[in-house]
């Protein structure tokens, strides 16, 4: 029987809720970290996780906290520049590098992938020019490796996704002041026709790592697939919002149909 993950993201996606989620719904931390610990990333960096509210309703909330301190999972994390540039064939080095999972290698090159193409695409230039100033940093790596880690540990055959909040508002990047969604996580959004909504909220709700994740690993969006309910993941995202901002992880057994 195929096991199926379904992504409800009320109040968006970013990869530390993608690992908040996946560490609540049974992938051990400290074998995450182990993993990670191969890619042999010269930052040293820590996984701490935390149960938290949203709303009056618990949730796990994940940061990851890099050598030089600590340096909080908010939604706009992955906009803060990055020391060095890294560039795509870096990060396929490092992870192709690393001794992970075969499943979790190949996830983590799509999702990389996908993200470079649609930051090529934003920018006009070609995808190895793509330098990830605005997720090349640690943290970034860290969240979309470890949530792979994550989906190949539970298992999954099959993940779908919800449609997604846009978010309102602008966020300050690299380049400036930028309308929401950010152009990456418009154009990842556009290339799988993610379907879309406003559920009245400001801010960065989807970020490009939670855009890339679910572009490169979703199978498909819009309403729960059938399938046996087994466990709930509840991964909090950096902020409060008017609806609990948490990332739903559902996962079970494929329900025959009729």
Known sequence: ?????????????????????LIDAG??????????????????????????????QRALQVTVQLGSGPEPCGPHHHHTPA????????????????????RARDWSLSVFQRLAEAEAAVH?????????????ATDAIVDIVGTCLGFDYLNLDQIYCSALPTGEGRVQAAHGWL???????????EQRAMPLYSNGCQGELVTPTGAAIVAALA?????????????????????DLPPPNILRLWTGGERSPG
């Open 1 to 21: 029987m195929k096991t199926i993950a379904y992504l409800d993201c009320p109040s968006g996606i970013s990869g530390d809720m993608c690992l908040a989620a």
């Open 27 to 56: 992938v051990p931390l400290a074998y995450l970290q182990e993993q990670l610990e191969s890619l042999g990333l010269t930052e040293p960096f820590d996984l701490q996780m935390a149960p938290t509210q949203r709303q009056g």
């Open 83 to 102: 020391t060095g540039y890294r560039h795509l064939p870096d990060i396929q080095r490092l992870i192709t590098g690393a001794n992970l999972p075969s």
């Open 124 to 136: 006009g230039i070609a995808v190895e020019q793509v330098h990830f100033h605005e997720v090349g």
């Open 179 to 189: 309308p929401l969604p950010a152009p990456a996580v418009l154009k990842l959004m």
């Open 219 to 239: 199978q498909g969006f819009g309403p729960p697939p059938a399938m046996h309910l087994q466990r709930v993941g509840l991964g909090a995202g950096g902020t």
